[in-house]
């Protein structure tokens, strides 16, 4: 072979194999990275996309129709309240123009309700319950009896079922 030494030979044929494998592996990397860098720039241009940040990059065939389907669920504005209902009244005054300060014509009133939920008051209820001694029970000291039939359900401590939910846990 070449007048090359058997050694020799195999050095150069461990190197060409090798060199085919480091070229083979720089090829895979450049693919990659040249996939890698599409990407950055789609993911750069899709930040700068702004105005539908939550877009879907592949269309549905099919999209559903916007909005709510006809007949479907009660949809009504509130009524408006009666005079009784209204607890107080303000008027907010405009008798000229804010920029110029001329007088305005067609003066119309417009009505706008808010309605506040009120501060809750707690019910407190006290119950009297009745104890008393047997004279004629076997025990010399008479046991002691206590009536709680007027009590619901036998309620102990401070604070009902509804507001014991609101307690932190023990």
């Known amino acids: 072979m070449n007048g090359l030494p058997i050694s020799d030979a195999q050095d150069r044929t461990n190197l060409l194999d090798r060199i085919a494998e480091l070229e083979y592996q720089l090829a895979e990397a450049r693919a990659t990275i040249l996939k890698l860098t599409a990407q950055i720039e789609e993911l750069q241009r899709a930040g700068k996309r702004q105005a539908v940040p939550f877009a ?47 007088d305005l014509v067609e003066l119309k009133e417009h009505e706008q309700f808010e309605i506040d939920i009120p501060v809750v008051k707690p019910i407190i209820t006290r119950y009297v319950m009745l104890s008393g001694k047997c004279p004629q029970c076997v025990n010399g000291t008479g046991c002691i009896i206590q009536i709680k039939s007027h009590l619901p359900q036998a309620r102990q401590g401070w604070w009902s079922g509804r507001a014991r939910k609101l307690l932190p846990p023990t």
Request: glycine share 4%.
């Open 56 to 102: 879907r990059r592949e269309r549905v065939e099919n999209p559903k129709q916007p909005g709510r389907k006809r007949h479907k669920g009660v949809f009504k504005n509130r009524e408006r309240p009666d005079e009784k209902e209204v607890d107080t009244t303000k008027k907010a005054e405009l008798s000229d123009c804010p920029e110029c300060h001329c």
